[in-house]
């Protein structure tokens, strides 16, 4: 294959027109980002060339001869293939049968499974990915996230139909460690040296304009940008997206952190963490830095009360809560790494979800249950946090997913917490509610709000945070003021290449 193109791509669900005469040709051995804000179309894009949703109408060509892709054996037939931001794989089963579900399985004497030629065939796709430290044999639910992308890499490549001549790749990295990013991108480089084409899908700019050569952009369902990557730049890619400018910047604090001690944590241990010592002021934001695994989302679930730990925690001179119940009733907000997961009620309403935690001061006398209170409590943080939905009865798990995280933060804000507990806050989410959701930390530390923040994006912990602190194999290594601060150092101190201050 030498170019696979669609032209005039039309997808509606009832009135709302989702794509309109959407243009997009994908060529061998480039990697083409596809780029736009949550609801742009994306989604409904990767659907419909997986053969998921059938086009309203769409001309599909491959090196220039019509081809039909109405379900997901022609879109197999075609040579496509795809890695979705949620990883498919079957915890419970082998590396090997994982790559091998669905395929045909090797047998012995025509029905018995020849466990032998699928742990070898399974070893060989995985070897074209360079991921021989993987043994087929060993449960997939045992794998780092970065081991899990190569399984699914490897599945795609052990087919015994059409050779895979197109990768579509769905927020590929949202999980992923730096090392596991690096790992993935040589992939992505090697599938292109073959002549593969690749459709890559991701918020991250950054290793967007690293790793793409094309890029289209979707606005509203249409193109509002479609070309070389080195005929545009950062800044015009975002105004693309959003139709307006989005600076490239981090809002600035109007006022200074408050006095006394919101937070005390004293020599704490929890998961992987250990000797973690801080002292947080009324609207102080410190960040959490360190490698994937190094205890960051424990450290914030043992302040919530959510798990087993030592040492110490008060809150506002109290002892710290008891369970993550105990903390909402305290002034403790969370936001959790995994939203869907861990955050909403996907098939809830938004509003039974931004006032879930607020019940019993929503209610009449902590005991009766007063719905019009509860609606216009969340229309209200619906209205705060720039949140788009048809309307607040809507179930969370219709949103994209930046409204989505924007329901988990209006929850967050209900409560006017004194502290906010915040794991990954802009994992997953475009551009523009990106912006929105810096603009909300940003407006909660201005209210005396205090900020407990892990994020693996560097930049964006620089650029909120007053202080961060160096976690290091686990232990801390040090706290440092965020002020002057540049990615390159802070890596290099998350690594131990270089120093580190110690007070806390």
């Given at each position: 294959?030498?170019?696979?193109?669609?032209?005039?791509?039309?997808?509606?669900?009832?009135?709302?027109?989702?794509?309109?005469?959407?243009?997009?040709g994908?060529?061998?051995?480039?990697?083409?980002?596809?780029?736009?804000?949550n609801?742009?179309?994306?989604?409904?894009?990767?659907?419909?060339?997986?053969?998921?949703?059938?086009?309203?109408?769409?001309?599909?060509t491959?090196?220039?001869?019509?081809?039909?892709?109405?379900?997901?054996?022609?879109a197999?037939?075609?040579?496509?293939?795809?890695?979705?931001?949620?990883?498919?794989?079957?915890?419970?089963?082998?590396?090997?049968?994982?790559?091998?579900l669905?395929?045909?399985?090797?047998r012995?004497?025509?029905?018995?499974?020849?466990?032998?030629?699928?742990?070898?065939?399974?070893?060989?796709?995985?070897?074209?990915?360079?991921?021989?430290?993987?043994?087929?044999?060993?449960?997939?639910?045992?794998?780092?996230?970065?081991?899990?992308?190569?399984?699914?890499?490897?599945?795609?490549?052990?087919?015994?139909?059409?050779?895979?001549?197109?990768?579509?790749?769905?927020?590929p990295?949202?999980?992923?460690?730096?090392?596991?990013?690096?790992?993935?991108?040589?992939?992505?480089?090697?599938?292109?040296?073959?002549?593969?084409?690749?459709?890559?899908?991701?918020?991250?700019?950054?290793?967007?304009?690293?790793?793409?050569?094309?890029?289209?952009?979707l606005?509203?369902?249409?193109?509002?940008?479609?070309?070389?990557?080195?005929?545009?730049?950062?800044?015009?890619?975002?105004?693309?997206?959003?139709?307006?400018?989005?600076?490239?910047?981090?809002?600035?604090?109007?006022?200074?952190?408050?006095?006394?001690?919101?937070?005390?944590?004293?020599?704490?241990?929890?998961?992987?963490?250990?000797?973690?010592?801080?002292?947080?002021?009324?609207?102080?934001?410190?960040?959490?830095?360190?490698?994937?695994?190094?205890?960051?989302?424990?450290?914030?679930?043992?302040?919530?009360?959510?798990?087993?730990?030592?040492?110490?925690?008060?809150?506002?001179?109290?002892?710290?809560?008891?369970?993550?119940?105990?903390?909402?009733?305290?002034?403790?907000?969370?936001?959790?790494?995994?939203?869907?997961?861990?955050?909403?009620?996907?098939s809830?309403?938004?509003?039974?979800?931004?006032?879930?935690p607020?019940?019993?001061?929503?209610?009449?006398?902590?005991?009766?249950?007063?719905?019009?209170?509860?609606?216009?409590?969340?229309?209200?943080?619906?209205?705060?946090?720039?949140?788009?939905?048809?309307?607040?009865?809507?179930?969370?798990?219709?949103?994209?997913?930046?409204?989505?995280?924007?329901?988990?933060f209006?929850?967050?804000?209900?409560?006017?917490?004194?502290?906010?507990?915040?794991?990954?806050?802009?994992?997953?989410?475009?551009?523009?509610a990106?912006?929105?959701?810096?603009?909300?930390?940003?407006?909660?530390?201005?209210?005396?709000?205090?900020?407990?923040?892990?994020?693996?994006?560097?930049?964006?912990?620089?650029?909120?945070?007053?202080?961060?602190?160096?976690?290091?194999?686990?232990?801390?290594?040090?706290?440092?003021?965020?002020?002057?601060?540049?990615?390159?150092?802070?890596?290099?101190?998350?690594?131990?290449?270089?120093?580190?201050?110690?007070?806390?």
């Open positions: 294959m030498r170019e696979l193109k669609i032209s005039g791509l039309d997808k509606s669900y009832g009135p709302a027109r989702v794509l309109r005469g959407v243009d997009l994908l060529r061998a051995g480039e990697v083409h980002a596809l780029m736009g804000e609801g742009a179309g994306k989604s409904t894009l990767i659907k419909v060339l997986a053969g998921i949703v059938p086009a309203d109408a769409m001309r599909l491959v090196d220039g001869a019509e081809h039909r892709l109405v379900t997901p054996d022609d197999a037939a075609l040579g496509l293939r795809f890695v979705h931001q949620e990883l498919n794989i079957v915890p419970s089963l082998s590396v090997a049968e994982n790559i091998l669905s395929r045909r399985t090797p012995r004497l025509g029905f018995a499974v020849d466990w032998r030629a699928m742990k070898q065939r399974a070893g060989e796709a995985l070897a074209r990915f360079g991921a021989t430290h993987i043994d087929p044999g060993a449960r997939a639910g045992s794998l780092s996230t970065g081991d899990r992308m190569l399984t699914v890499l490897a599945g795609l490549v052990a087919a015994d139909d059409t050779a895979p001549s197109v990768f579509v790749m769905d927020e990295t949202a999980a992923l460690t730096h090392a596991e990013a690096e790992r993935l991108f040589a992939v992505i480089r090697e599938l292109q040296a073959r002549g593969a084409a690749i459709l890559y899908v991701s918020h991250r700019m950054g290793e967007v304009v690293e790793i793409a050569d094309r890029v289209t952009v606005r509203d369902g249409a193109v509002a940008l479609s070309c070389a990557m080195s005929q545009t730049s950062k800044e015009g890619i975002i105004a693309a997206m959003t139709g307006r400018d989005v600076a490239d910047a981090y809002p600035a604090r109007q006022t200074e952190p408050g006095q006394g001690a919101v937070l005390d944590v004293r020599d704490l241990a929890a998961g992987p963490a250990s000797g973690v010592s801080f002292t947080l002021r009324p609207g102080e934001i410190i960040g959490l830095a360190g490698l994937e695994g190094s205890g960051q989302s424990e450290i914030l679930r043992a302040i919530l009360g959510d798990m087993p730990c030592s040492g110490t925690v008060r809150h506002e001179g109290r002892a710290g809560p008891r369970s993550a119940a105990d903390a909402w009733l305290s002034g403790i907000a969370y936001v959790p790494r995994e939203r869907r997961r861990e955050g909403l009620m996907l809830r309403a938004i509003s039974h979800n931004v006032v879930l607020h019940l019993s001061r929503l209610s009449l006398a902590g005991l009766w249950s007063r719905p019009r209170a509860e609606r216009a409590e969340a229309e209200a943080r619906g209205r705060e946090v720039r949140l788009k939905c048809e309307s607040i009865g809507q179930s969370a798990g219709t949103l994209s997913g930046g409204n989505q995280q924007k329901v988990v209006a929850r967050a804000i209900a409560g006017a917490p004194r502290l906010a507990l915040l794991d990954e806050p802009t994992r997953g989410v475009d551009v523009g990106r912006a929105d959701i810096y603009g909300m930390i940003r407006t909660l530390s201005g209210q005396g709000t205090a900020v407990v923040m892990a994020s693996s994006d560097l930049p964006e912990l620089i650029g909120l945070s007053d202080r961060i602190l160096i976690l290091r194999a686990g232990r801390q290594a040090g706290i440092v003021p965020a002020q002057g601060l540049g990615p390159a150092r802070l890596l290099a101190m998350i690594y131990g290449d270089a120093s580190v201050e110690a007070a806390a």
